[in-house]
């Protein structure tokens, strides 16, 4: 065993798994709880939705500011004080007393998330030599899999049979092992010389990603004609705007967006962004169609959907192998057509339709987007040097991040736009085509509509994939 806790490719990759673990857990299982919060504190659903949305724009305002910090104090000291940041925030949380100290811990938890996942990302891939870079893809796949499928399943268990305060509190115990862990074993690193912070940059950046952020996230629940969400979403535009010019006349920029002239780097996010937004808004949807279409309870509703997360991971053994032999372009490309073939099956799925079946699809969805998450991990820094990984890491997961909000966004609005509840016009039974005539069912073509933009998504991906080079990322290549 001492010879795993003295490698830093182990110390760094157990340390940075449960981090971005318990991060992408949290967001889905708190989705979950906020009807319990909700009732808790006597507000709305739309009221309480703010823990959900704070978060998000709280992550997206802190990104950009990764990359200078984990640079200018190092990496492993911005990770560990993020990371403690973060578990103390959980605690909080769970022990908030009203929905407006909700609100603001979660903010001071996103502000901690926005600089945990980033800059434990550039650590992950300054510990691993390029060509070794499918591996360190592997473990960045467990969490990314694992928990958007099993948050359902485990929120569902907690706000049961405990209370809406363990969505936060499991982040602890956790948490505090893998900080312990960290102090003990991760490597230490000279912090670098990243110039002067960016003041501006910092102001423009988070403001426009945070503005942005919640306008998309806002968006399906508000209505996009509202005048806040309006606003917010000119505004946060406006500023990515003008950040453009100004960081590319930096001399110290806070996000180097001059790392996006390299060819690979630029056009992997060309995938990034739909094929986030497809998977990411597929796992929304399909809670959704077995929860509210049909009935499931969120355990059950779990369940079914975590065959996509052992896809992921099983496929991800084999998706490894053959990327050196058939590169990105074929791999990525094959792989979001099979997501987006599996996304069209879905728009068959009824009541009607066996569980097994049901399981046999998400498990070769999953196997499917191994295809897609395994490279587009990998060769966006296939050409990016040790010195500017943490610049590339903030501008790749505030991408990622929009990607998944957007997705989101996209497939909540199809559901309400089509109706997610129908008048029933008799000759059926309740949840199918018919229903009693004049009661209220719930509208499955609503979620079915959800499933073709997941698809039409995952095409685009595709077709984007096909402008790679699988030239330019050689470096990545190694026989496994």
């Known amino acids: ?68 910090l984990g640079d200018r104090f190092g ?36 502000a901690a998330g926005g600089m945990m996942i980033p800059v434990g990302m550039a650590m992950l891939y300054r510990v691993f030599p390029q060509d070794e870079r499918v591996a360190a893809s592997r ?23 405990l209370s809406w305060h363990w969505a936060f509190l499991i982040n602890v115990p ?60 000119v505004v946060g535009v406006t500023l990515l705007a003008l950040l453009v010019p100004w960081e590319l006349r930096s001399a110290a920029p806070l996000l180097d967006l001059r790392l996006l002239r390299e060819r690979m780097f630029r056009r992997s996010f060309l995938i990034l962004v739909p094929s986030t937004a497809g998977f990411l808004g597929l796992l929304y949807a399909f809670p959704q169609l077995q929860q509210e279409g049909l009935g499931r309870s969120a355990m059950t509703s779990g369940l079914l959907t975590f065959p996509e997360a052992i896809g992921v991971m099983a496929g991800s053994q084999v998706a490894s192998r053959l990327y050196p032999r058939v590169g990105p372009r074929r791999l990525i490309s094959g792989g979001a057509v099979g997501v987006a073939i599996g996304a069209l099956l879905l728009t068959r799925v009824t009541g009607a ?15 499917s987007m191994s295809a897609v998450f395994m490279p ?6 296939a050409n990016i040097s040790n010195a500017a990984t943490s610049q590339a890491s903030s501008i790749f997961n505030a991408l990622r991040q929009t990607g998944a909000a957007l997705g989101v966004a996209l497939l909540a ?17 309740g949840g199918e085509a018919g229903g ?36 330019d990322a050689t470096s990545t290549y190694r026989r496994v």
């Open 1 to 68: 065993m001492s010879r795993y806790l003295s490698n830093p490719k182990f110390t760094v990759s157990v340390v940075f798994v449960a981090a971005m673990f318990m991060s992408i857990l949290d967001s889905t299982i708190v989705n979950v709880a906020l009807p319990s919060i909700s009732r808790d504190f006597d507000a709305s659903i739309s009221a309480a939705g703010v823990v959900a949305s704070g978060y998000l724009v709280s992550l997206a305002v802190f990104i950009p500011a990764s990359g200078w």
């Open 376 to 381: 587009i991990n990998v060769v966006p820094f």
């Open 413 to 429: 609005t199809t559901i309400a736009l089509v109706g997610p509840v129908a008048v029933g016009a008799g000759g059926g039974p």
């Open 353 to 367: 339709t066996p569980d097994a079946l049901v399981v046999v699809l998400m498990l070769g969805i999953g196997l």
């Open 174 to 233: 956790v948490g505090l092992l893998a900080v312990a862990f960290g102090l003990r074993f991760l490597p230490r690193d000279v912090p670098g010389r990243p110039g002067t912070f960016d003041g501006l940059g910092f102001v423009l950046a988070g403001a426009g990603l945070g503005l942005a952020m919640f306008a998309i996230s806002e968006g399906p629940g508000q209505g996009w004609a509202s005048a806040q969400i309006v606003a917010s979403g």
């Open 436 to 471: 009693r005539a004049g009661v209220p069912i719930p509208n499955l073509d609503a979620y079915h509509a959800a499933f073709f933009v997941a698809a039409g998504l995952m095409l685009l991906a595709a077709l984007m994939a096909l402008r790679i080079r699988d030239a």
């Open 139 to 161: 473990v960045l796949i467990v969490p990314t899999a694992a928990a958007p499928a099993l948050g359902p399943v485990l929120g569902g268990i907690l706000v049961e049979h």
């Open 75 to 110: 990496t492993r000291r911005v990770f560990l004080l993020a990371l403690l940041a973060f578990v103390v925030a959980s605690a909080l949380c769970g022990a908030a007393g009203s929905l407006g100290q909700l609100v603001l811990f979660r903010i001071f938890q996103g």
